[in-house]
Structure formats: structure tokens, C-alpha cells
């Protein structure tokens, strides 16, 4: 019998994909998203959760943005 789990595919860099397995552990228990990882640049997620990565992705990249000082 096939056992099928609807989820997102999330293909990134190694960095990035350490970012959201952080996210990921930093949550409790019942509210962890990532269904399985694949390998270094690859995950599998719960599909609700799809948008809540992206915020978190562009709310990081945001903060470790350089911006020149304007004077």
C-alpha cells in the first residue's frame, strides 16, 4: 500500500537550507513543517507553511543586506 503526503518541494543553496531546518528545530514539536529533507539543497515541507518561509527568507536577506550610507 502507498502511503502519499501532499507537501512543497524547496530547492536551494546549502546556507539557505540550513536557515529553515533552524526555523524548523526552533519550533515546538507539534508545529515542525519540514517532512523529510532530501539532502544538502533539497527539503520537503508541509504546503501551508510555504509562505511563512518566504517571509522569513526575505525578513533574513533584509537584515544582511548592505545598504550604503547615503551623506
Not at 533539497?42 to 501551508?48: D, T
Amino acid at each position: 500500500m502507498v502511503n502519499a503526503i501532499k507537501g512543497v518541494f524547496v530547492s536551494c543553496d546549502i546556507p539557505m537550507t540550513q536557515f529553515i531546518v533552524n526555523m524548523n528545530n526552533s519550533m515546538p514539536p507539534s508545529q515542525r513543517f519540514i517532512i523529510h529533507v532530501l539532502d544538502s539543497t533539497h527539503l520537503f515541507v508541509q504546503p501551508q507553511v510555504e509562505q511563512m518561509i518566504r517571509s522569513a527568507i526575505s525578513d533574513f536577506r533584509d537584515q544582511n543586506s548592505y545598504e550604503k550610507p547615503t551623506s
